[in-house]
T-cell receptor, first 117, second 114 residues
Framework: GAGVSQSPRYKVAKRGQDVALRCDPI?????LFWYQQALGQGPEFLTY????????KSGLPSDRFFAERPEGSVSTLKIQRTQQEDSAVYLC???????????????FGNGTRLTVT | GQQVMQIPQYQHVQEGEDFTTYCNSS?????IQWYKQRPGGHPVFLIQ?????EVKKQKRLTFQFGEAKKNSSLHITATQTTDVGTYFC??????????????FGKGTLLTVNP
């Protein structure tokens, strides 16, 4: 597609519910990243995929967070038993090269705004 | 871990005034990137600086990378209402020989009074 697509755009979940956030990266982009952006803050790294391999998940806040990219294209970020502190915008970004920050910038999606009540 | 700090946090200017935001890293960076996020939007890549002391211009925007590769600045000349948004700097964090993990500053929110 023309850009990185994320869905849903907004998600309201009751505390304790599970949510799944979807990211469609730009076609052919090797690298895929998930970032979390709290209100008034910069994006914070969650996890990184190179094709279907999850090479780094060090930024995931807890074991309630799980991400996958089984076929090396679409990715899903799942949050189990959501808590209020999970409320944030979840941004997906892709890049055409490995690593993504060498000579190729990150292309961000519009994000999913998650509100946990 | 690596920290990236930006000042000021907010800047309000009259249209036509200049604007500068400053970025400092706790570690030496291989490169620094700048992104702009419009209100309600997503970060959009502006530029990447790689060389020590590098200066790049994009129309009214001037980007600088410090000699020690630990600081950077973005200067906008004669601001326009279209410049409104939050400007983030971001630097890659070295991890196991790779540098894919970007650490973002908290950003500078620029508002412009027409």
């Amino acid at each position: 597609g023309a850009g990185v697509s994320q869905s849903p755009r907004y998600k309201v979940a009751k505390r304790g519910q599970d949510v799944a956030l979807r990211c469609d990266p730009i076609s052919g982009h090797v690298s895929l990243f998930w970032y979390q952006q709290a209100l008034g803050q910069g994006p914070e790294f969650l996890t990184y995929f190179q094709n279907e391999a999850q090479l780094d998940k060090s930024g995931l806040p807890s074991d309630r967070f799980f991400a996958e990219r089984p076929e090396g294209s679409v990715s899903t970020l799942k949050i189990q038993r959501t808590q209020q502190e999970d409320s944030a915008v979840y941004l997906c970004a892709s890049s055409r090269i490995k690593g993504g920050v060498g000579n190729s910038p990150l292309h961000f999606g519009n994000g999913t705004r998650l509100t946990v009540t | 871990g690596q920290q990236v700090m930006q000042i000021p946090q907010y800047q309000h200017v009259q249209e036509g005034e200049d604007f500068t935001t400053y970025c400092n890293s706790s570690t030496t960076l291989s490169n620094i990137q700048w992104y702009k996020q419009r209100p309600g939007g997503h970060p959009v890549f502006l530029i990447q600086l790689v060389k020590s002391g590098e200066v790049k211009k994009q129309k009214r925007l001037t980007f600088q990378f410090g000699e020690a590769k630990k600081n950077s600045s973005l200067h906008i000349t004669a601001t326009q209402t279209t410049d409104v948004g939050t400007y983030f700097c971001a630097g890659p964090e070295r991890s196991g020989g790779s540098n894919y993990k970007l650490t973002f500053g908290k950003g500078t929110l620029l508002t412009v009074n027409p």
